[in-house]
Each structure stands twice: as structure tokens, then as C-alpha cells.
């Protein structure tokens, strides 16, 4: 959901419901203060300031991140705590089960059982909390413990606190009555940071870019890489004062290009972006953007962020001299960010991640690290045959234990099968195979059509091409053209010609009234040469044979 660029955020106010103690509820949200519009997650509960009323606490996604809600509430109803200790099981007596009886023949005990975990990412206090209403005490407090046994302990006073020691016989008194009030708590201010349009990116991953059109990945040195346009006001601002500022960036060492997305937007104007950059004496790179340009970067962009946004204008790359990404910048960036930034790139990650950050605080966990392999799978999947073979064999090893890995081989197989390249697809449709352990249908097709059809005598055998093909027949179940489609082509690559007609024919009862008319088309062209004993053979560069 988060991927397709949908929030979680549902700006709801926070509910607050009395029990009415007669079945229903009433919402008291508005009177018990509760009711903020805070994007609130996780609740804990505790008696903080130990006076015998829940107090609690609330995570939020948006600011502030923490509140604490002290209850104020004047009600002087009896109220008894008890905290448990294990010994013969684990310490924090976790799973134990606690009823409260406070006598009479109506006796209706009240009942809790500790738990790790009571909430969405929450953990409330493990102190027990009843409330006895006007029952003044005493009360009896019976704990079947982890392991089963049972254990009483009668005739404790109420509003006190007590630790309850496994298999002990006593309670503990910890504390008799309230304790003192506290302090009255000011609610602190929230201070959000003034909106903006700009945003900062560091990625500590250091994401290898894949080949794009007029990108220089290669050069040795930084590159920054701005995307831009004519009509778009905040990118003309930020293109003059990187030519004002020519001689500081020349000095670090750094390269700028600026690609003009004008070619590929609505109302874009290459002629009027042309001007601006002449106006402006833009003393750096330039270039046109193209389709297949913007969506190599939007992959790139996509990998570091949880939801999905299109590119922005103005946006910004800031490549290491490896061509790969160092920080990314969404609206206008201003010089001395991009100084600083180029100063930090031979910083350890600790010293990149911290001036990252826009407040202070403590790290917990080392940082998380992006793996590159969607880029990679998004190439192939997209057409980009030569940039994602590029990609996959500059960092196959890295791929290699990604959990997707075999859906890239068979991608990887087709990229290669369609520039003419037998060989490669060949071998990454056989170690699918091997890796599904023979249960991957589309390896097993590919498979077969390179052996049953490649242009190149040395690569076919058509023993094998039957064996892939009838084993993806059996895992699809005899119910896929495309897999039947190849099954023929393997028999007529045998020379069972009759075979081969059986299965084209199957495949185009298949498809019907539903298949695509090149398909169509392509399938009764091999059934026309099988019909004068044939074999087809795939033309050089024409691996596509959907």
C-alpha cells in the first residue's frame, strides 16, 4: 500500500470510551483531553507518579513523537498494584494470570493476565492495576503462576502496592496509600520545523547508477545531476546560482549537469530552456531528458524511499567519483548544502548519517542497507536489455542470496535471448532451473526455445528441449500457449512433426478469440512449418517469442 504511494496517516483524532458498566460505552473524548489530531500509533499504561490512577503514554508517527498524559482526574476510588516475581519460571512472571476477589456471595473477581506486549508496539507497565471502586479492602489475590501452580494471598489492604515473590506465601508491601501529588506538568511546546519545499537525502548505500543517456557515470570525480525545466521557477533560481558560483564547485572537483525535462512534459519548451541556460551563461553540462532517462532515475529514486512519489522538480543527484549516489535532493538545493556535502563525501557513515539528521539524538542500530537488486530486476523486467545485463554483471555477486534472485535469472535469460545472445540466456535459464530445482516454468520454456530454435547449431539439442519443455507442460498443467508454443518447437527440432502440430494446435485452441494478434499470428506461421516438416528457427536478434 505504502509502495503505491498511499499513507497510513489518517489524520483520525484519538478516542477516548467510559465503560458505562452496563454493556455500552460513551465516548469521552473531548472531556478527558484526550482528543488530539496526532497521527497516533502505540499506548502504554503506568501509574507514573504512583497515586492509584493510570496514567498513560502515546507514540505518535507525526510530532510530537511522545505524550505523556498524566491522569489528574479527582476520583478517590480504591485501587490495589501488584507486581510479580518469578523463581520458578521467568523472572517477570510473564503469562501469569492474577483474579482479585474482593469477598461476598456475588463474588465476580476481577481478573488480568501480564503480558509482554499489550499493544500495537507497545508495552505497558508490568505493575498490575485494579481499580476496587467504594470496596475498602481486604482483598484476596490468587496468581496461577506460568507453569500452573496456584498460589493465594489473602487478606491484603487496599490502595497499597505489593510484590507478589513466587512460591514466597507473603506479598511484599511496597507502598501504603497515594504518594504525594506531584508537581502540575505544563504541556511543552511543539515545535515544528518551518515548511519547506526542499528536502535532503543521504544515502549511505552509495546506489550504483545503471547506464543513462548522457550521463557520464565513469569520470573519477563527483557529478551532480539536476533535473529541471523552463517553467519551473525554483530550477531557473538554483541553475544561476550554480553559475554564479562556478569557480567554489569547479574547486571540489565537481561536475554538474543539468537535464532539461522539457522534451517529455506538457507544455514543456525546448527552445525557451535553450534561452535560459544562454541568459544565464550556464557554464556546466547540459541535456535533454527522454523517457527511458526519467524512469532509470525514478528507479533509483524509488529504492530509497518507502513511498512512492514521482521525481520532483527540481531535483538532484549528487554522485560519488564511482557514479554512484551520495544524496539525493528534492526542490531547490542551494550551493553551500551541496559544498558541505561534497566535503563529507570521504566521511565515515556515522558522520554522514548524523549530519543527516534535524535534531539530536542517540543511534540505536547500525543503518540500514539498501540492496540494489530492484534496480537491477526493474531493467529487465522493463526492457532494458543491455543496461540491466550490464547491471546484473557488475554486481551479480551481491545479487546472488536476494530472495527474488531466480525471478532474476529468467528475466535475465529473456533480456539476453532477445539481443541474439543463445549462450548467456541459455546459461541463466538453466541455473533458474537448478535453483528451483526443476520447478520454475518459465525457466524450463526458455530454456527449451533455446535449444529447440537458436539460430546457432551448436547450442540446440532437442532431447533436452523436449525434456524442459514437457516438465513446464506438466507444472502449468497443460494450460499455458506459451509453454505449448515451445513444446512444439522442441518436437519439431526432433523431427516429430506430428507432435509438434498436436501442441500448436493446443496452443492456439488456448488462446482463442483472447490471444494478441502478433501471437496469433507468429504461432500459425511455425504451424505452417511444421505442416511442410520444418523446425523453426528464431532469426538472429529476435529472441521475443511471445
Excluded at 186 to 206: I, W
Excluded at 438 to 458: E, F, I, T
Amino acid at each position: 500500500m505504502v509502495k503505491q504511494g498511499r499513507s497510513f496517516s489518517a489524520r483520525e483524532r484519538h478516542h477516548c470510551f467510559l465503560n458505562l458498566r452496563d454493556g455500552s460505552f460513551c465516548d469521552v473524548s473531548a472531556v478527558s483531553g484526550l482528543d488530539l489530531p496526532d497521527d497516533g500509533r502505540g499506548v502504554a499504561r503506568a501509574d507514573w507518579d504512583r497515586d492509584g490512577d493510570i496514567d498513560f503514554f502515546v507514540s505518535n508517527r507525526s510530532a510530537p513523537r511522545l505524550r505523556f498524559f498524566r491522569n489528574d482526574l479527582p476520583g478517590r476510588n480504591g485501587f490495589i498494584a501488584i507486581r510479580l516475581e518469578g523463581t520458578v519460571g521467568n523472572r517477570d512472571a510473564i503469562g501469569a494470570r492474577v483474579n482479585v476477589h474482593r469477598g461476598g456471595e456475588e463474588d465476580v473477581p476481577l481478573a488480568k493476565t501480564l503480558r509482554a506486549g499489550d499493544g500495537f508496539l507497545s508495552q505497558s507497565s508490568k505493575w498490575l492495576h485494579f481499580g476496587l471502586g467504594d470496596h475498602p479492602g481486604p482483598v484476596t489475590v490468587e496468581v496461577r503462576w506460568p507453569d500452573g501452580s496456584r498460589e493465594s494471598f489473602p487478606d491484603l489492604g487496599g490502595n497499597a502496592f505489593y510484590r507478589l515473590r513466587e512460591t514466597s506465601g507473603r506479598a511484599e508491601v511496597v507502598q501504603v496509600g497515594r504518594a504525594t501529588p506531584a508537581k502540575p506538568l505544563s504541556p511543552g511546546p511543539v515545535v515544528l520545523p518551518a515548511p519547506s519545499g526542499s528536502a535532503r537525502t543521504v544515502c549511505l548505500s552509495r546506489i550504483p547508477l545503471p547506464a543513462i543517456d548522457s550521463l557520464p557515470l565513469d569520470t573519477g570525480k563527483p557529478l551532480l545531476v539536476t533535473l529541471w525545466a523552463s517553467w519551473c521557477a525554483p530550477c531557473v533560481t538554483e541553475l544561476k546560482e550554480f553559475a554564479e558560483r562556478e569557480a567554489e564547485l569547479r574547486a571540489t572537483g565537481c561536475d554538474v549537469i543539468a537535464i532539461s525535462v522539457d522534451p517529455i512534459t506538457p507544455g514543456g519548451d525546448e527552445a525557451a530552456a535553450t534561452r535560459i541556460l544562454r541568459k544565464l551563461d550556464f557554464p556546466f553540462r547540459r541535456g535533454s531528458a527522454s523517457e527511458a532517462s526519467i524512469e532509470k532515475l525514478q528507479m533509483v529514486h524509488d529504492l530509497q524511499f518507502d513511498i512512492f512519489t514521482e521525481l520532483p522538480l527540481p531535483a538532484s543527484f549528487l554522485l560519488d567519483q564511482d557514479g554512484k549516489l551520495a544524496v539525493f535532493y528534492r526542490g531547490r538545493l542551494e550551493v553551500a548544502t551541496l559544498l558541505r556535502d561534497l566535503r563529507e563525501l570521504g566521511a565515515d557513515d556515522a558522520a554522514r548519517r548524523n549530519s543527516a539528521e534535524l535534531f539530536d539524538g542517540q543511534w540505536f542500530a547500525p543503518p540500514r542497507r539498501l540492496n540494489f537488486f530492484p534496480i537491477g530486476l526493474k531493467l529487465l523486467q522493463r526492457g532494458y536489455d543491455r543496461e540491466g545485463i550490464a547491471y546484473y554483471e557488475r554486481h551479480k555477486s551481491s545479487f546472488a542470496g536476494h530472495p527474488q534472485f531466480q525471478r532474476m535469472l529468467v528475466f535475465l535469460g529473456d533480456a539476453a535471448n532477445r539481443l541474439g545472445d543463445g549462450k548467456r540466456a541459455l546459461i541463466a535459464y538453466e541455473e533458474a532451473i537448478g535453483r528451483s530445482a526443476g520447478k520454475d516454468s518459465a525457466a524450463l520454456r526458455g530454456a527449451a526455445w533455446v535449444l529447440a530454435a537458436d539460430p546457432n547449431s551448436s547450442l540446440r539439442d532437442g532431447h533436452r528441449a523436449v525434456a524442459y519443455a514437457e516438465s513446464a507442460r506438466k507444472q502449468t498443467g497443460g494450460k499455458d500457449a506459451a509453454v505449448l508454443d515451445a513444446l512444439a518447437a522442441a518436437y519439431a527440432e526432433m523431427g516429430d512433426f506430428s507432435a509438434a502440430i498436436s501442441n500448436v494446435e493446443a496452443a492456439l485452441t488456448l488462446l482463442g478469440d483472447r490471444g494478441e494478434a502478433p501471437r496469433v499470428e507468429s504461432i500459425k506461421a511455425r504451424r505452417n512449418l511444421y505442416l511442410k516438416k520444418r523446425a523453426f528457427r528464431r532469426a538472429p536478434h529476435d529472441g521475443n517469442l511471445e
